[in-house]
C-alpha cells in the first residue's frame, strides 16, 4: 500500500503493517496496523504507544470484537480478496453504522472502481486502489448515482426520506 | 402499479449511463471479462451459446400495455423478433449485441423498465403470485411489499457481492401459488390470532444441485419490520454464507449446515438491533405504496353475467376454453383469464412481437390495460369482465393464444435448454414440443387432469424440474443427451421434491416413457377426480418404475 | 476423422466465431466449414495460443478447442452441444429469422 485514495485526493500511506507477533519492544516506531488477535492480546501495552493504532480484520472476523476498543483506534483495515467478496462491506457497515466507528475505514485488496461505490456507501472512506488502476479515474464510480435508495453510511439521505420532506 | 417518481427515473437513468461506461471500457480492453463479466451479469446481460442474452426485469410479473409494446418494439429493432417469458417473472431476449445493450436499456428506461440485478450474485427480481390483488382467498395484496422490497433491494451496496444469488417471493394468501418453497426467502402474508396481518418468512429454498424446502424462520412477523427483518437475513447470509464451493454457496446451504434455530438466533441478534430504527416502516409509507395498486374503476356488476351463460351454452369450444383458462375473481362480474404459451407452435413461454402488440392492445380493450406474468411462464389478464370474455376469446383464438391447457401435462415449464443456454448439457425445447404434439388431444390431455411437467435442460433446475409432478432433467453421457425422469414433486403449498425413477432415457424414448407413467396412473386411479400426484403418493414409484424399467 | 477447431464467441456481437488462418492472417468467420482445422492436438493448442493475442484485443471472448469431425470434406462438431453452436438452435424460431437474418458470415479481420 503505498498511495491511498482519501478524500479525493491520493495521499501517501503513513501507517505501516505488523503481520506477525514481534516482542513489543521490536515493533516499528510510528503509526501500526496490528492483526485483531494480537490487538486483542497485547492492547494494554499497545495503547502505551506514542503513535495512532489501526487493527487489520481478516473478513471473516467479527468487528464486534473491537466494539470496546474503537475509541482508542485511528484505523480499521478490511480486506478483500476478490472483488466479488464482499464481506468486509457488511464489517464496514456494522464498524461505522452499529458500533458508531469514527476513525478511518480503509479497503484493501482488489480495490477497484466497479466496487468502490458500494464500499463508500458502507463507511470505507480510504481506499488502497490496486497499485494496476488508476485511483482517481476510479474515484469517478463515487458520482454514479446521485441517491440510494437505502440508508447508507455516507452520509446521504435515503430517497425514502427525501420523499417525506425530511430535507 | 407502481409510477416513478423523478428519483426512481434519475436512479435508472444513471444506471444506463454506467453502464455504458463499462461497456465502453471491456471494448477498449480496460476491463477484462473477468471483471466485466460480474458487471455485465448484475445488468442482466449473459454470454450463452449463439449469442448474448438479456433478461428484463417485470417487478412482480406486472406490465402496463405501453411496456409490453416497447418490449414488442425492442424485440423488433434489436433482436429476432420475438422474447421469451422466464419463470421468474422476466423476459429474454436471446440475440443482442453487447454494444447495443445500452441503447436497449435507455429504451426501456422511457416506460419505467430495466434489467437492474436480473443476474449476479445480488438480490434478483422479487416475485409476486399471479393473482395479486384479485385472488379470491387473498389475506392482502403482495404488491405494495414486492415494490417495498424491490426497491430496497436495488443496489443496495452491502448486498451487492453475496456469495451467491438471492431470490425473495411474496405471497398474498394461504394458497402458495408463488413457489414460496423453493425460494432463498418466502413471504406468506398471513393473519395472526389477533387479526393482525403480518408475514410469515420463510428462508432457505432451493432446486439446483440440492433441492431443498424453505423453513420458516418466523411464524408473525409484523408489516413495519419487513425491511429490517430482510436485512438481517441477508446480513447473515453475506457473512457466514460459503464462498469456497460455488455449489454450496447458497442461503440453504447455509441453513442446512448450521440448523434453522442457529440461523434464526443469529439472524435475530442482528434484527435487535435495528428493528426499531432506520428501515422501521410506518403505517404513511405501507399506505403510499398500497395507493398505487389501488383496484380499478370496477363496474359493479351481477356477479353471473346472463349473456355468458348463453355463449358458454352455445359454444362448445368456448366452453372448453372457459372452463380451463378462467379464474374466479374476487369482484363480482369480473374474471381473470390465463393466456397460455404453450401452444406447441413455438416454445414454451416465447411470444412473438406481433402477439406482444396484439396482446397490449387486447389488455387495454379488456383488461385496464395491464398484463401479468406467471410462474409458469404464461401470461394473464387480471380483470376481464365476464360479458367481453366471449370477444376476448375470439380475438385470442385469432392470435394462436387460446390454447385451454392451464395447468394439464401441456402446460410445459421448460428452460431454453442447449438449444440456447451455455450452461446446458441437453436440449429441452424439442423434447417439450413433442410431448405437446403427443398430447395434443385435449379429451385425452382433460381426462389426465392436473398436472405439472417441468423440463430443465441441465442441473442449475431454471425449469424447476424437481417441482413437477413429472420432471425431466437432460443430462450429457459421453457428448449425447441423456434424460431423466423425476417423479411426485409439487411447488405448492403440499411442497415436495421429485424422485428420480431410475437410468435416464434416450432422445427418442423419453416421451415413450412419459406416456409409460401415464398409463400406470390411468390404470391405477380410484377414479377420474385422483390426480397423478395424489396416485404417486398413494402408491410410491415402485409400479412407474416397474413399468419403465420392466 | 478427428479433428479440431478454435472457436469462441465475437466480443461485440456475442455470435458463434470460428479461427481461420490464411496466409498467415486470423480471421474470425461465422461458418464450421470455412474454418481453419487442424489434426494434430499439439498444433490445435498452438493455434488456441495464437488466437489469445485477439482475446487481448478485444475481438473474440474464451475461445477454446473444439472437437470436430470431417467425413468426405462434411465438417460437424463431435457433441451434440458443438453440432448445436454450427447449426444454430435445433427449433425454428418464433417468427422466422427476421432482423439478423440466418446466422450468415460476419467476418472479422484480426488486428
Known sequence: MDKILKDGVLIDNEWTDVTGYEALSSLPSGDIVVPLDQWLEHRADLVKRNSRLGVRLRNDEDPARLADDLGRIALVVLEFPSFGDGRALSQANLLRRRLGFEGEIRATGDVQRDQMNDMRRCGVDAFAVRPDRDALAAAEAFDDFTYSYQPTADGRLPISRIRRGDA | MYQYDRFDHQMVRERVAQFRGQVARRLNGELTEDEFKPLRLRNGVYLQLHAYM???????????????????????????GYGHFSTRQNIQYNWPRLDEVPDILAELAEVEMHTIQTSGNCIRNTTADHLAGVAVDEIEDPRPYCELVRQ??????????????????????????????????GLRLVKNDAGEIGFEVMVGGGLGRTPMIAKTIREFLPKQHLLSYLEAILRVYNMLGRRDNIFKARIKILVHEHGIEKIRELVEADWEATRDGALALRDEDIAGFKAFFAPPPYETLPANDSGLAQQLESDPAFARWHGNAVIAHRVPGYAAVDISLKTGVQAPGDVTDDQMDAI?????????????????????????????????????????????????????????????????????????????RRFEDLDHLYDLGDLTLNISGCINACAHHHAGNIGILGVNKKGEELYQLLLGGSSRNDASIGAITGPGFAPDAIVGAVEDVLAVYLERREGPEETFLEVYRRLGDQPFKERLYG | MAHR???????????IAYLRVENGCRRWIATLGEATHVADKDAAETLLAEA???????????????????????????????RIRAAGPTIPLPSGDRRRGARGDEERRAA
Open chain 2, 54 to 80: 438479456l433478461r428484463v426485469a417485470i417487478p412482480y410479473g406486472l406490465l402496463a400495455s405501453r411496456q409490453l409494446r416497447k418490449l414488442a418494439h425492442i424485440a423488433r429493432r434489436y433482436d429476432k
Open chain 2, 152 to 185: 430496497w433491494s436495488t443496489f443496495h451496496p452491502e448486498f451487492n457481492w453475496l456469495p451467491r444469488k438471492f431470490k425473495i417471493a411474496i405471497s398474498g394468501g394461504a394458497q402458495d401459488r408463488a413457489a414460496l418453497a423453493y425460494h432463498d426467502i
Open chain 2, 360 to 436: 397490449a392492445d387486447l389488455a387495454d380493450r379488456y383488461s385496464f390495460g395491464q398484463i401479468r406474468v406467471n410462474h409458469r411462464q404464461n401470461l394473464l389478464f387480471a380483470d376481464v369482465r365476464q360479458s367481453d370474455l366471449h370477444a376476448l376469446w375470439q380475438a385470442l383464438v385469432d392470435l394462436d393464444l387460446a390454447t385451454p391447457n392451464n395447468g394439464k401435462l401441456t402446460d410445459i415449464i421448460s428452460c431454453p435448454g442447449m438449444d440456447f443456454c451455455s450452461l446446458a448439457t441437453a436440449r429441452s425445447i424439442p423434447v417439450a414440443l413433442d410431448l405437446q
Open chain 3, 5 to 15: 477447431v478454435i472457436t469462441g464467441s465475437l466480443l461485440r456481437e456475442g455470435t
Open chain 3, 52 to 82: 489469445i493475442a485477439d482475446v487481448e484485443a478485444n475481438l473474440i471472448v474464451a475461445p477454446y478447442v473444439a472437437d470436430i469431425r470431417v467425413e468426405d470434406r462434411a465438417v460437424d462438431g463431435i457433441t451434440m452441444r458443438e
